[in-house]
């Protein structure tokens, strides 16, 4: 047998391998675009932190070293904005290390920063006094690009939303709302126009339906729901508000993420135990495991790789 020979039987028998049971092997990852990376909350056994892996699930690394936990990654040329143990805003420079905390005098606590293309962000705020409540705010950024304006309440305060996901364009955003009915508590999913109060629900399922997240083209959202009694990962076009479920698996699978390309999407499952972090295909095909720890708040990214550094 020659070595060429050799080289496509074995790259023959590791795609029958892989392909012949549920879940696609490592070894038979797709090829991704250079520097495609997904951040993620992940914990270490002490505590959680912002880590970064490719999407092959090669150069895990750690990216946020500082006592206490960081979540709710959102990464912006070199910006990184998350949640602190104290579940308030902060953010750091990936570059010197420094960081800050945002919104100090805000009451409240913080939670779901995602960054806006122009550098403002929107972020949610929930109050537990006098009763539970979580609301979509923006802050502009400034003339100089260093500060943000006072944050902004995006919606009627009747409303409880959260999740919020801007559209590419920048225009929009979609978001869950939390609706108390004498049907008991639900969440639909919903989007809205970033200058007034607009809005509209997409979806009607009177179950939890949350995390949406926004296709590279605008047309499509993914999120997940539990509306036939398990969380897994729902696709709708917005123009013919048709949808479908992407998972079919009894384990939890939520979070979900797309890739630059539209082409696949990073979510969290517990298929196989704890909540790790996996990748799927679109248009159908076995998922994989892409990070082995516990790990939530995934986001696909094309930032640079940059390492946090203590200042």
Same mark, same amino acid.
């Given at each position: 047998m020659t070595p060429q020979t050799a080289q496509?039987?074995?790259?023959?028998?590791?795609?029958?391998?892989?392909?012949?049971?549920?879940?696609?092997?490592?070894?038979? &990852?797709?090829?991704?675009?250079?520097?495609?990376?997904?951040?993620?909350?992940?914990?270490?056994?002490?505590s959680w932190d912002i880590w970064s892996v490719r999407p092959d699930g090669k150069a895990l690394r750690r990216l946020t070293t500082w006592p206490g936990d960081e979540r709710r990654? &959102?990464?912006r040329q070199g910006r990184l904005l998350y949640i602190n143990g104290e579940r308030r805003l902060e953010l750091m420079d990936l570059t010197s290390g420094q960081r800050r905390s945002l919104l100090a005098t805000e009451p409240g606590y913080h939670d779901q920063p995602v960054w806006l293309a122009d550098g403002s962000f929107l972020y949610v705020q929930y109050l537990v006094l006098p009763q539970d409540k979580s609301s979509i705010h923006l802050c502009r950024v400034t003339a100089d690009g260093k500060n943000w304006e006072p944050p902004r309440l995006l919606h009627a305060p009747e409303h409880n939303r959260l999740f919020p996901a801007p559209a590419p364009a920048g225009q929009r955003f979609a978001f869950t709302e939390a609706i108390r009915s004498?049907?008991?508590?639900?969440?639909?999913?919903?989007?809205?126009?970033?200058?007034?109060?607009?809005a509209e629900l997409l979806t009607d399922f009177k179950a939890d339906s949350l995390r949406p997240a926004w296709s590279p083209d605008?047309?499509?959202?993914?999120?997940?729901?539990?509306?036939?009694?398990?969380?897994?990962?729902?696709?709708l076009d917005l123009a013919s508000r048709a949808y479908r479920r992407l998972t079919d698996h009894p384990a939890y699978d939520c979070d979900p993420t797309w890739s630059p390309d539209g082409?696949?999407?990073a979510f969290i499952s517990s298929r196989q135990g704890g909540r790790r972090l996996w990748i799927k295909p679109i248009d159908g095909g076995p998922a994989r495991?892409?990070?082995?720890?516990?790990?939530?708040?995934?986001?696909?990214?094309?930032?640079?790789?940059?390492?946090?550094?203590?200042?």
């Open positions: 496509r039987f074995l790259v023959i028998l590791a795609a029958v391998l892989c392909l012949g049971g549920e879940y696609l092997c490592l070894g038979a &990852a797709q090829a991704y675009a250079e520097g495609e990376r997904i951040l993620f909350a992940g914990h270490n056994g002490a990654p &959102a990464l004498s049907a008991g508590l639900y969440e639909e999913i919903g989007i809205a126009r970033l200058e007034n109060e607009e605008g047309r499509r959202l993914l999120f997940c729901s539990n509306r036939d009694g398990n969380y897994d990962i729902w696709l082409g696949r999407f495991l892409v990070a082995d720890m516990p790990a939530m708040d995934p986001v696909w990214t094309t930032e640079p790789e940059q390492e946090a550094r203590r200042p």
